[in-house]
T-cell receptor, first 113, second 113 residues
């Protein structure tokens, strides 16, 4: 069974600064997908970024980028130019071949003015 | 276009009662998945349905059941409620079961007293 670990329960960052959230996972699969989801107080899970394991190039979406290290089974999220609206819970998730998500326990990020 | 809608948004039930939660996927989406998110944890997979058939089941007791209707909406039923069933129940919608792109509803907050 796959597991996802997020070792930082809480983090804070000053507005406009850069922050990196950590995620490690355990799987014996070779083809899979990794995700970062954001859950603001509104509770709705919002996709931040997605990475296909067969792609070596790290995914980027505007201020969000990942550092995907397949051999180390590491998938960190970097948020640049942090904004107050980035305050939320962030979940790292694993998916194999369109099956169900396996989520980590989450990191609560606070962006401070 | 309407997103994934879940109803009700909140409800309170007594131990031993039964509850039905509802989810309407995005128009054109044929796959619905249910997740349980206990406070302070990441979502845990309960069920996936596609084309009205169960395609996956997580590690939940038989008190949990679900179904999908011809219009692709879905119900999650929980019998003999326990205090530990108190959680946010999330519904995720996909075009088909193998698609990795999922959209989440805002969830139903269930409190069992």
């Amino acid at each position: 069974a796959q597991t996802v670990t997020q070792s930082q329960p809480e983090m804070s960052v000053q507005e406009a600064e850069t922050v990196t959230l950590s995620c490690t996972y355990d799987t014996s699969e070779n083809n899979y997908y990794l995700f970062w989801y954001k859950q603001p107080p509104s509770r709705q899970m919002i996709l931040v970024i997605r990475q296909e394991a067969y792609k070596q190039q790290n995914a980027t979406e505007n201020r969000f980028s990942v550092n995907f290290q397949k051999a180390a089974k590491s998938f960190s999220l970097k948020i640049s130019d942090s904004q107050l609206g980035d305050t939320a819970m962030y979940f790292c998730a694993f998916m194999k071949d369109g099956q169900n998500f396996v989520f980590g326990p989450g990191t609560r990020l606070s962006v401070l003015p | 276009d309407a997103g994934v809608t879940q109803s009700p948004t909140h409800l309170i039930k007594t131990r031993g009662q039964h509850v039905t939660l509802r989810c309407s996927p995005i128009s054109g989406h044929k796959s619905v998945s249910w997740y349980q998110q206990v406070l302070g944890q990441g979502p845990q997979f309960i069920f996936q349905y596609y084309e009205k058939e169960e395609r996956g089941r997580g590690n939940f007791p038989d008190r949990f059941s679900a179904r999908q209707f011809p219009n692709y909406s879905s119900e999650l039923n929980v019998n003999a409620l326990l205090l530990g069933d108190s959680a946010l129940y999330l519904c995720a919608s996909r075009t088909y079961s193998g698609n990795t792109e999922a959209f989440f509803g805002q969830g139903t907050r269930l409190t069992v007293v």
